[in-house]
């Protein structure tokens, strides 16, 4: 499987890249800046220097051109509004035309766990622009034709990955603590979403659990 990570070296994808690599899956990852260019080859992924934020959709479709799969694990990191928006909801929304233009059916979005219209962020909020960013980028996947999977982790630790999760049904609130799980365990859910036939077209929302991974996600 060829797969397209964007936003190669953000603290998800960081797992992600290699383990796709060791599963023998040829991954690109597009980075933003020459001085990533090593670090993203170092991982295990042909490096593509692409800076999403400013890119057009057709930039990007000659990126994702030949791809089975993509998986958008960029971010704007917060702090400024406006590239919040620029990065997290349009340049993300931009991503999927382009996967839809060349052709690739498959596009997993990393989100987060409270990413619902009744997140309840208050607008006053310094997260709520993160919050409605990446909420109207999900809608935006949800109403494509691809076959797409939003994974709604609960917040990211840096603790070592345990291989197991436990999802938030459908309709539930988020757990207290807001589903602590580690970026290693969100980076093992990206890739088996892949080859799971049964995430797609799903809002998988998850925590730290007791579930093996392949199984929380076959029983969706």
Do not use: C
Request: proline share 6%.
């Amino acid at each position: 499987m060829k797969v397209v990570v964007i936003g190669a070296l953000g603290k998800v994808a960081r797992h992600l890249v290699p383990l796709l690599a060791d599963a023998g899956d040829e991954v690109v990852g597009i980075v933003r800046r020459p001085e990533q260019i090593d670090r993203v080859a170092d991982l295990g992924a042909d490096p593509v220097l692409l800076d999403v934020e400013n890119a057009s959709a057709q930039d990007v479709e000659t990126v994702l051109h030949g791809a089975d799969a993509v998986v958008w694990s960029a971010g704007a990191g917060g702090g400024n509004p406006a590239r919040t928006y620029a990065v997290d909801r349009d340049a993300a929304i931009r991503s999927m035309d382009a996967a839809q233009a060349a052709g690739v059916r498959r596009y997993v979005m990393v989100s987060w766990i409270g990413s619902t219209p009744d997140h309840g962020v208050p607008e006053d909020s310094s997260f709520f622009p993160y919050a409605d960013a990446k909420l109207a980028a999900d809608d935006h996947l949800r109403g494509t034709d691809l076959d797409w999977t939003v994974l709604g982790p609960g917040t990211l630790t840096d603790d070592p990955a345990t291989g197991r999760i436990g999802l938030v049904p459908e309709g539930e609130t988020v757990p207290r603590g807001g589903g602590r799980v580690p970026r290693a365990d969100v980076a093992q859910v990206a890739a088996q979403a892949l080859r799971e036939p049964a995430t797609v077209g799903r809002f998988v929302r998850f925590g730290s659990g007791d579930i093996l991974i392949a199984e929380a996600l076959r029983s969706l």
